[in-house]
């Protein structure tokens, strides 16, 4: 039974960090491509970064350039999502996804696992 698990959530200033992490268990973890999606009340789901299996490709939305950096450790079967200098427009539920094969796809509906999610709410 494949499990995706994210943590690092909750409140944080304008300005501020986090890290969120996302434990996948129950499949080979370097067969997928991960990536991270957020959706806002009110707003579909959006695509925020995608990182190859093997860790040396990454690609992020551009309203988080610079900002947020996606990194996985295949040792541990972890992906990460550091978010730096967090603005209110942050705010939204953060979910990791994973997705069989080598395609990077920032499509969500292209993925075949999904966590749970972690909300993540920026205060102005």
Known sequence: QVQLVES???LVQTGGSLTLSC??????????????????PGKEREFVAVISRNGDYTDHVD?????????????KNTVYLQMNSLKPEDTADYYCAARQ???????PSSYHYW???TQVTVSS
Do not use: E, P
């Open 63 to 75: 309203s988080v350039k610079g900002r947020f950096a996606i990194s996985r450790d295949n040792a």
């Open 115 to 117: 966590g749970q999610g």
């Open 23 to 40: 434990a996948a268990s129950g499949l080979t973890f370097t067969n997928y491509i991960m990536g991270w999606f957020r959706q806002a």
């Open 101 to 107: 094969g080598a395609l990077l796809t920032y499509n």
């Open 8 to 10: 690092g959530g909750g």
